[in-house]
């Protein structure tokens, strides 16, 4: 009877360390690495920005540049108008795409229609 109970508590142990490593590859897989270049324009994450008023305000500020990338996800940004550098941490950053499209010469246009009936 001990035994029984021994090796039904070993067998949940094992199922439960068999599913924590599934599920630590499964989140692993899905982090998005923050890598961003020099000189690339990025929108920093205000976090302080929840304690006031207006819940449909935008909580990214910029756009600002990056000006150096430091080990473990620092980076050093500047504004466009401002000599000052602050440090950000990668996590509170997301690239402005602006400045992508207005480099580009064309842009595709795709309109969207009803699918075509058998009876048309």
Aim: aromatic share 10%; hydrophobic share 35%.
């Amino acid at each position: 009877m001990m035994q029984e109970l021994e090796c039904l508590r070993f067998e949940a142990y094992e199922n439960s360390r068999l599913y924590k490593e599934r599920v630590l590859v499964v989140h692993d897989k899905n982090i998005k690495r923050r890598e961003f270049r020099l000189g690339e324009l990025v929108l920093v994450y205000n976090s302080r920005l929840r304690l006031m008023s207006g819940k449909l305000r935008s909580r990214l500020e910029g756009p600002y540049r990056v000006e150096k990338a430091e080990p473990y996800g620092v980076f050093h940004l500047s504004h466009p108008s401002s000599p000052n550098f602050f440090m950000v941490n990668g996590h509170h950053l997301k690239l402005y795409h602006s400045e992508k499209m207005k480099n580009n010469k064309e842009l595709e246009i795709f309109l969207l229609a009803d699918p075509a009936t058998t009876e048309d």
